[in-house]
């Protein structure tokens, strides 16, 4: 089974070093201008002249672009074709299939969305894979969030890998007692009903002792809790997510004004 | 006066009526290492969990006398007062791991994060009881990739890494092979030396006789019998009463009916077997 569990790609750089709660903040702020920035090539600006530049002094610009075209591409791509052929404007006709056409308008229209999507979904991988998902939290939970709070989200980020480990050590159980799991994929899939059971009554079960096990190491304690990772933080960090916000609220702004 | 007491201890689960335990009294000495046997269903679980407290406080039911550590009672105790001085482990390593982190470095500062410890007392701490049960090349590994062996002793670490005064342990080694199991064993015996409080729920009655320093036997909830090790797990008593002890002891048992073994004491371990078998011929 794999040993990775998040995206987080470790690496000594800028971006990894910058405060979780900033590089979050960026996120959003990027995401708010190219969807709200009432000028066409927004989306692609922020892309290629922020999110590429960063992903490159991140040292993760090989991570980010497999990413970016193996899987965000893809997606993004449908959604273009899609758009284009369904959005009922314009008249120039460019392409038709069947009975529906792109036309100009609705190609440009198209583009502009799934350039937007682009953009939210790679700010946020960006994000993802130079941020460890456990400094995030307890940076979050220094400023205020409650630690079930955190807690809840990491443990819910873990349950994939905690399925499969459990699925693994069920299969191998099963197999002993002589399942059969090796054979054709149907007659496996019949075969493995009985997973079903011990995967999803057993987790039921087990909260309990789980719950038993976080509080026999304290997890409830009164005591202020502290943190293995130093989180760094700035005052000029502080400087740049104001001004982020700021940005998202002029670029927001300007599409009022604008409209 | 003893580090720990319980006194009468008579406990049932909610809705069940046959107690779990059932007039409990025991009395363990600051550094002593207390191995607790018995067949399944026997209580051992049951009885950690009252030392560690989460019996009565986590476990609702049926309770009557008390459990005393350290001079305080478990029942006048918050549970997280109480897990400050009393580390426990499960018998199932699988579900001890916290889910909320991703190295087995992590998981086991997530304790010491709970309570407080500045951040470099941490490191210092993890990175000694990693040394301590030798599982150094594990940190970086994500505790769900390891094996229920591994992940037993991961259990363990994130709990010494707490540094209780009474460490309850139930099964630790349950899913280790008999090398690692004895490593843990000699570990904990360690750990007593230097003044642990320890209670261990455990199969392995070799290792018991080697390390423990004295043996408790439940029965059906009840101590059936306690002692020295090599006394208690020799005894006609817990072999009349079906306990599953070594099988140099029951191999040396049958020799004797038969008339072969004359030595007064029967073995418990390879060597003392090997020894008495040695002088019968
Ligand atoms: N959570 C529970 N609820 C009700 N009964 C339980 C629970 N856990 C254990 N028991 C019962 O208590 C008795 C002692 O169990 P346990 O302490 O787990 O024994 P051991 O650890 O020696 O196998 C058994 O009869 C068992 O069925
Ligand atoms: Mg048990």
């Known amino acids: 089974m794999s040993d990775r569990l998040s995206f987080h790609v470790q690496r000594d750089s800028f971006l990894h070093r910058l405060n979780p709660l900033t590089k979050l903040t960026l996120a959003f702020a990027l995401v708010v201008v190219a969807f709200v920035l009432p000028f066409y090539w927004t989306p692609i600006f922020v892309l290629f002249a922020v999110i590429v530049p960063l992903s490159v002094s991140g040292k993760i610009f090989r991570e980010f672009s497999w990413a970016a075209l193996r899987l965000i591409l893809p997606a993004v791509g449908f959604l273009f074709v899609m758009q284009a052929l369904f959005q009922p404007i314009g008249e120039q006709v460019v392409f038709k299939f069947y009975f529906l056409d792109a036309t100009t308008e609705s190609v440009a229209y198209a583009f502009r969305n799934a350039a937007r999507i682009f953009v939210m979904i790679s700010a946020f991988t960006l994000f993802l894979l130079s941020t460890h998902p456990s400094e995030l939290m307890s940076d979050l939970t220094r400023r205020g969030l409650p630690s079930q709070f955190s807690y809840v989200v990491i443990s819910t980020l873990q349950i994939i890998p905690q399925m499969q480990a459990k699925a693994n050590a069920i299969i191998a159980a099963q197999r002993s007692r002589g399942l059969d799991t090796e054979s054709s994929f149907l007659k496996r899939a019949g075969a493995l009903g009985p997973l079903v059971g011990p995967l999803v009554f057993g987790s039921l079960v087990e909260v309990e002792e789980r719950a038993i096990a976080i509080e026999a190491r304290g997890f409830t304690s009164k005591r202020a809790k502290t943190s293995l990772y130093e989180i760094a933080d700035s005052k000029f960090e502080s400087v740049l997510r104001w001004s982020l916000v700021a940005l998202v609220v002029l670029s927001i702004g300007l599409n009022l004004w604008h409209s | ?281």
């Open chain 2, 1 to 281: 006066m003893a580090f720990v007491n319980v006194r009468n201890l008579t406990y049932a689960y909610p809705l069940t009526k046959q107690p779990a335990l059932q007039d409990i009294n025991l009395q363990i000495e600051e550094g002593e290492f207390v191995a607790l046997i018995g067949a399944n269903g026997a209580g051992k679980s049951t009885l950690c969990y009252a030392l560690a407290g989460f019996v009565p406080h986590f476990f609702k039911g049926e309770l009557q006398g008390e459990v005393e550590a350290d001079g305080k009672l478990s029942s006048q105790s918050t549970l997280s007062e109480w897990t400050l001085n009393v580390g426990l482990t499960f018998q199932n390593p699988f579900n001890q791991i916290s889910g909320a982190k991703y190295t087995v470095f992590e998981e086991i500062a997530f304790g010491l994060e709970n309570i407080g410890v500045p951040r470099e007392e941490i490191k210092v701490r993890v990175e000694e009881a990693l040394a301590l049960t030798d599982i150094r090349e594990l940190a970086r590994r994500s505790p769900y990739s390891l094996s229920g062996g591994q992940q037993q002793r991961v259990a363990l670490t994130s709990i010494l890494v707490m540094r209780p005064k009474l460490l309850v342990l139930d099964e630790p080694t349950s899913q280790m092979d008999p090398v690692g199991a004895k490593e843990v064993f000699s570990a904990v015996r360690k750990l007593a030396q230097e003044g642990m409080t320890v209670v261990m729920a455990e199969h392995k009655t070799e290792w018991i006789a080697r390390f423990a320093d004295r043996v408790v036997a439940l029965k059906e909830g009840r101590i059936l019998m306690q002692g020295a090790p090599r006394e208690v797990l020799t005894s006609d008593l817990l072999f009349e009463n079906g306990f599953g002890v070594s099988r140099y002891t029951s191999a040396a048992r049958e020799a004797r009916r038969r008339g072969l073994w004359t030595k007064k004491s029967l073995p418990v371990s390879l060597d003392e077997a090997a020894e008495g078998f040695g002088a019968i011929r």
